[in-house]
């Protein structure tokens, strides 16, 4: 009874401040959030919540104004980070460095009748190496250089997605085209900038105010190839059990399996010339591939005389990985103006289809936050990825290492390689002084699995100073 009235009062409130437009999402959003922590809603009942006041909010507002509803109903978002990077080599072949970037990210999101909705998002980015013509498919940073020359804008996202499933209990939808990752995983398995095209299917049901489970479905295109009519794509299905025990204790448990089709293709050139039969000791002579070739660490064939050209793959990718964390929170921190939540979590991957070097762990601690005005967090985490565990050039461009020659796991080119085949530390901090700022230090403590050549130092230390600013 208690929550009913709670309820309506709450959607009163929300409908209140949908005539005071400035401010709306904000003061919502943030009531219904401070709820959840203290465990008078739960997550579902707050969705549910802020879904109802959303609508009030877009019929509120299309009366006062004389706009469509359609036209209310688009909202814009976006971030923008600005980063000093700095990379030392205890290599002696290796040079230290210092960088200044950027990442811009502005979308649009139509909320539209009938429970469907559209949106586009552009991101800044550079150039992708190797195939292709677009940007990097797994960063959106742009390096300050070349005399403030003007810079390139990509689509990032351009989707649209029909929610066709909204009950009390039961959640379901489907989206087509280029789209946020709909599947959760650290970035052991995905690059957080990595925007995939294809189709994903979301069902979830919540079992009762403690328990949801929720899965997805998806397939991917990774290139389209005119001279063949056996594309490279990959394909995943995950099961995910969210649980909120009390106010004080979380989880979640996930299992997942992920498989790319026609790898071989990944090598071929456009034009369908590329020798696919070639081994580790049949060294190809070609320079093209299909997909960008951002990272490293996956075997491939030797590629005869090219320097930083990428051979083929010598092994298929069908990995299972599984992810674990529990989540404990406190009333009250030092310096922490909300419950304060200490967080331990893993996952581990494991790919069959390769005969070696196929398995990767992490591990972490965070403690807090960051992302609300007065909040920190502090992790650390550790992460060990061998090389052919998973497809090098899906996983974070930000963990990696240094090559002193080229190998067959850095596409023969030496220096610094993101991608598998790595293993180190990541400790962050990081602190918001505004709801809208978040400023914040990664440091990265990374060296090879597998060294080329063999006894040589690869440990490469990165340390990214962070400024992002969100709307």
Request: aromatic share 10%.
């Amino acid at each position: 009874m208690k929550n009913k009235k709670l309820k309506m009062g709450l959607v009163a409130i929300a409908a209140v401040a949908g005539y005071c437009i400035n401010g709306h999402a904000q003061s919502v959003d943030s009531l219904l959030d401070k709820l959840v922590d203290k465990g008078v809603l739960s997550v579902k009942e707050a969705n549910d919540l802020r879904e109802e006041s959303d609508k009030d909010f877009s019929k509120a507002y299309s009366a006062k104004s004389g706009m469509p509803e359609w036209a209310t109903a688009l909202k814009l978002n976006g971030d923008m980070r600005v980063r000093s990077e700095s990379f030392h080599f205890e290599n002696s072949g290796g040079t230290d460095r210092q960088r200044f970037r950027y990442r811009m990210r502005l979308g649009a999101v139509a909320a539209l009748t009938d429970d469907f909705e559209a949106g586009l998002r552009l991101t800044s980015s550079e150039a992708a190496s190797g195939g292709g013509a677009g940007g990097d498919p797994v960063s959106g940073n742009t390096t300050m250089q070349d005399n403030g020359s003007k810079k390139f804008v990509y689509l990032d996202l351009a989707y649209a997605k029909w929610t066709a499933l909204r009950t009390a209990d039961w959640q379901g939808s489907l989206t087509l085209g280029k789209m946020e990752n709909p599947f959760v995983f650290s970035d052991m398995v995905f690059d957080g900038d990595y925007t995939p095209e294809g189709a994903a299917l979301q069902l979830g049901y919540t079992i009762n105010d403690q328990h949801a489970i929720k899965g997805t479905a998806g397939a991917f295109m990774l290139d389209e190839i005119s001279g063949s009519s056996h594309d490279p794509y990959f394909y995943g299905t995950q099961v995910r059990l969210e649980s909120i025990w009390n106010k004080r204790w979380s989880s979640s448990v996930g299992v997942a399996a992920l498989g790319i089709l026609n790898e071989d293709k990944l090598n071929a050139s456009r034009s369908s010339t590329f020798d696919v039969t070639a081994t580790a000791t049949n060294v190809v002579s070609s320079t093209s591939w299909t997909v960008p070739n951002q990272n490293g660490g996956n075997l491939r064939s030797a590629v005869g005389g090219l320097s930083g050209s990428a051979g083929n793959l010598q092994n298929n990718y069908t990995p299972i990985v599984a992810d674990a964390s529990v989540t404990f929170s406190l009333d009250e921190f030092w310096h922490y103006t909300a419950p304060f939540p200490i967080k331990l979590g893993g996952d581990f991957i494991h790919n069959p289809a390769a005969d070696g070097q196929n398995n990767g762990y992490s591990v972490g601690l965070t403690f807090g936050k960051a992302g609300k005005k007065g909040l920190w967090e502090l992790g650390y985490r550790y992460k060990y990825l061998e090389g052919d565990a998973w497809f090098e050039e899906l996983v974070d461009s930000d963990f990696g290492a240094f090559y002193q020659g080229g190998s067959t796991r850095s596409g023969n080119a030496s220096g610094y390689v993101a991608g598998t085949n790595v293993k180190g530390h990541i400790i962050k901090a990081a602190y918001s002084p505004y709801n809208a700022l978040t400023v914040g230090v990664t440091a990265f403590f990374a060296e090879l699995i597998q060294e080329n050549p063999a006894g040589s130092d690869s440990k490469t230390t990165r340390v990214q100073v962070d400024a992002v600013l969100k709307f």
